[in-house]
Each structure stands twice: as structure tokens, then as C-alpha cells.
């Protein structure tokens, strides 16, 4: 069964940070490459970054970028998600989703977030003023 869990987050005040994690399992990890999304109350989910299969490539939205840092274990079949200086607007619930492709962070960004096909249950994030 192909399964990714999400963990890490919580509740901090701005300024601060987390690092969500990702697990992948029933799949071979190295080959896909890694969405992170976000969505807010009330509003649609966005990809705010994202990782090529081989983590050597990573492409952020302009809204984290600088703030926030993807990264890719292979061999522990996990990713991550560094976030610093968080602000209150980044208050959302996280996914990560996986999607077997060779292209590069770029790439995977680019595909719709409708053809990820293996996607975690989510992780709450809420940054107080």
C-alpha cells in the first residue's frame, strides 16, 4: 500500500519555526518526486515547494522562499520541510504528495497537483501573533 504520513506540526508563534516530516512506504521512494501543499481555512490548497526524486533540486513559491528548505533522505525514505520565520498567514494544514517521475523540482511542480497520486493525511500548522 502506498502511504505517506505527515508529522511535525503545531502551534508556534511568529518568528518561530518547525520541521515537518514525511514517511514514505509501499513504494520506492527514490523515484518520486515530493509536493508540499498547504491549505488555509477557507481557502484552496497550494504547492508552496517541491523536490526531485533524487533531492537534488528543490523549487519554493515566492511566498516561502527564503523561509522555507525541502530536503529528501532516500535511504530513510523521507522528506522534510524546514520552516523559518513563520508568519501568521502560513497557518494551514500541510501535505506532502508523491509522484514517480525523473524530472527535476521544477518538473514536478509543474505537474497539477491533481496527478499526485499518493498523499499524506496531513499536519496542522498555526502561527499565533
Known amino acids: 500500500q502506498l502511504r505517506l504520513v505527515e508529522s511535525g506540526g503545531g502551534t508556534v508563534h511568529a518568528g518561530g519555526s518547525l520541521r515537518l516530516s514525511c514517511e514514505g512506504s509501499?513504494?520506492?521512494?527514490?523515484?518520486?518526486?515530493i509536493g508540499w501543499f498547504r491549505q488555509a481555512p477557507g481557502q484552496e490548497r497550494e504547492e508552496i515547494a517541491c523536490?526531485?526524486?533524487?533531492?537534488?533540486?528543490?523549487h519554493y513559491v515566492d511566498l516561502v522562499k527564503g523561509r522555507f528548505t525541502a530536503s529528501k533522505d532516500n535511504a530513510k525514505n523521507m522528506v522534510y520541510l524546514q520552516m523559518n520565520s513563520l508568519k501568521p498567514d502560513d497557518t494551514a494544514v500541510y501535505y506532502c504528495?508523491?509522484?514517480?517521475?525523473?524530472?527535476?523540482?521544477?518538473?514536478?511542480?509543474?505537474?497539477?497537483?491533481?496527478?499526485?497520486?499518493?498523499w499524506g493525511q496531513g499536519t496542522h500548522v498555526t502561527v499565533s501573533s
Open positions: 504528495a508523491a509522484i514517480r517521475t525523473a524530472v527535476s523540482a521544477d518538473g514536478v511542480c509543474f505537474i497539477h497537483q491533481e496527478s499526485f497520486y499518493v
Open positions: 509501499g513504494f520506492s521512494f527514490h523515484e518520486y518526486g
Open positions: 523536490i526531485s526524486a533524487s533531492g537534488d533540486s528543490t
